[in-house]
């Protein structure tokens, strides 16, 4: 059973940090580039970042570049974002992806609420 489980969101300050994690199983995690998207009620989906299958080539959105670090432990199974300098506007529910070959897999989701 294909699973992908987000975790590590929660309510941080403006300027604050938070590492989010997201647990693969069920397929082969090395033959995927992975990612993460967020959706926030006003703005939709919108993509954050994607790291390559071997971890070697990423890119972030306009929004995200210098304040986010996206990685993966191919050995783990593991994809993290690392999210700093955290806006009000960050605010979102953060979806992490997998993309192979043929199929594309989604986990369920973690909320970041950036708010005094």
């Known amino acids: 059973q294909v699973q992908l489980v987000e975790s590590g969101g929660g309510l941080v300050q403006p300027g604050g940090s938070v590492r989010l994690s997201c647990a693969a199983s069920g397929f082969f995690f090395r033959n995927f580039a992975m990612g993460w998207v967020r959706q926030t009620p006003g703005k939709g989906l919108e993509w954050v970042s994607d790291?390559?299958?071997?971890?070697?080539?990423?890119t972030y959105a306009d929004a995200v570049r210098g304040r986010f670090t996206i990685s993966r432990d191919n050995a783990k199974d593991f994809l993290s974002l690392q999210m700093n300098s955290l806006k009000p506007e960050d605010t979102a529910v953060y979806y992490c992806k997998g993309v192979g070959p043929r199929f594309a897999y989604w986990g369920k989701g973690t909320q970041v609420t950036v708010s005094s």
């Open positions: 790291i390559n299958n071997g971890g070697t080539r990423t």
